[in-house]
């Protein structure tokens, strides 16, 4: 494995290339031999490394004699192809391995087109590079060799295929965007955050799900959404959506686009970080703009420090707030360590966009109750025994009340309340 770094990275080999040696391990393979890290001021237009570096790699490669080589950049078609006769052994760059992991973890027939259309929008201008085995030959018209028609002919069949798969995926993210909208119903909650953050461990701990969980990059890719029960018996959905990573192929965010489309929607985004992790900081900053590249203000997240248990200096989190002013919480997902602490805050957060209610109705109409426990258990149950007249408290968020609103009869009156009786205080009685 090797990697070539500008000015300002001052990270060891061991450190700077640890999350490659992490793509590496979540696309199952091992990796072998010296790592090889350069620092260049430019890159090297024809290999990206400098002539003596390329040389340190071709002795490490004939001593090993690996697969293949991981470059931790991307490359150009160009590099790749050089690197490749030089080193005499295929060449894999960031996005290519990056790529591979989400053609292996897609599960849905979405995920799976949109790893298509980016594989295939990485190879279309490194076809040339596929048929570097093949004869061109020069000359006047009919003299053209195998190679170059095999070439335009590969160039429109992946032209060709990548605008299908385009067309295809437009009515995808249609059908997802109806799907989004319709549950405006509900109070939604996105989790964001670096691959490898805790998402999974903590939609498992909060609604008891069974979802995969593993110690490697991108062990979710596809979003997924999940009913939660806050303690007063109200119903939000958590989404889970694929970690984010730094220097993120621009072409896979815009693919995976409909992916992120139930998460960035959402009414609170949960930005997980994993606080033990060394280059934490630089994580931080690489989902704030991945989130600012999709149109979405990553201020407006309520930042969550996993993994709290393993912080051993007590400055860690206060250094990574430095300059943010968005809340927080630090908890433990795998331990359920200040688990409690985030769900007072996601459930003050749903209070601040929700209405506080009452319905009134004669006490025989058992469909009200029934049609609010659709949203969650009412807050307060309270039964006036000389008029018959029952009163149902609940809070809910604008669009659950409209709801509620039209699927009430008549006879059922519902009396909004600016804000929440003092503990305590009993509510009005039902004249």
């Known amino acids: ?40 001021s430019v890159p090297d237009p024809a290999t990206l490394f400098g002539k003596g570096k390329v040389d340190e790699i071709r002795r490490e490669v004939e001593r090993v004699r690996p697969d293949l080589v991981v470059v931790d950049n991307d490359l150009t078609p160009a590099q790749a192809r050089n690197l490749e006769k030089y080193l005499q052994v295929r060449v894999v760059d960031r996005s290519e391995l990056i790529l591979d992991i989400f053609a292996k973890r897609a599960k849905t027939r979405q995920a799976r087109l949109q790893v298509e259309l980016a594989q295939n929008e990485y190879l279309s201008p490194r076809l040339r590079r596929m048929w570097t085995h093949l004869e061109r030959m020069e000359g006047a018209i009919g003299t053209r060799g195998p190679g170059e ?13 990548i605008q299908d798969l385009r067309e295809e995926l437009e009515v995808i993210e249609e059908r997802k965007q109806r799907e989004v909208r ?54 939000v959905l958590l989404s889970d959506t694929v970690g984010f990573l730094q220097r993120l192929p621009h072409h896979l965010v815009a693919c995976f ?111 009200v109750e029934a049609l609010l426990r659709q949203y969650g258990a009412p807050l307060l149950d309270e039964l006036n025994a000389e008029t018959g007249i029952r009163r149902l408290r609940g809070r809910l968020t604008p669009g659950q009340l409209g709801t509620l609103r039209r699927q009430l009869g008549a006879g059922v009156d519902v009396v909004v309340h600016d804000t929440l009786p003092a503990s305590g205080q009993r509510s009005p009685s039902v004249e």
């Not at 002013?325 to 769900?343: D, H, K, M, P, R």
């Open 257 to 367: 686009h409909a992916t992120l489309e139930e998460a960035l929607h959402a009414d609170l985004l949960l930005h997980v970080v994993d606080a033990s992790h060394p280059d934490a900081l630089a994580q931080m900053s690489a989902v704030e703009a991945v989130l600012e590249s999709l149109s979405q203000d990553p201020r407006g997240a309520l930042i969550v420090f996993n993994k709290s248990d393993r912080v051993v200096d007590p400055i860690v989190i206060p250094s990574l707030l430095a300059g943010r002013s968005a809340n927080w919480v630090a908890i433990s997902a795998a331990t359920g360590a200040g688990v409690a602490e985030l769900i007072d805050h996601v459930a003050k957060s749903v209070d601040e966009r929700s209405i506080l209610f009452d319905l009134v109705h004669p006490v025989g109409d058992g469909r």
């Open 182 to 235: 319709s549950r405006s119903d509900h109070f939604t909650i996105g989790l964001v955050g670096y691959t490898n953050a805790g998402k999974s461990t903590l939609l498992n701990r909060l609604t008891g799900a069974d979802e995969f969980v593993a110690d490697m990059l991108f062990a979710t890719l596809d979003t997924r959404t999940r009913q939660w029960s806050l303690p007063d018996g109200r119903r």
């Open 149 to 161: 028609t095999q070439l335009e002919t590969d160039k429109r069949l992946l032209k060709g295929r």
């Open 1 to 40: 494995m090797c990697g070539a770094r500008g000015p300002g990275c001052d990270a060891g080999v061991e450190v700077d290339l640890s999350e490659a040696r992490g793509l590496v391990f979540a696309a199952g393979a091992d990796v072998v031999g010296i790592e090889v890290l350069q620092r260049r």
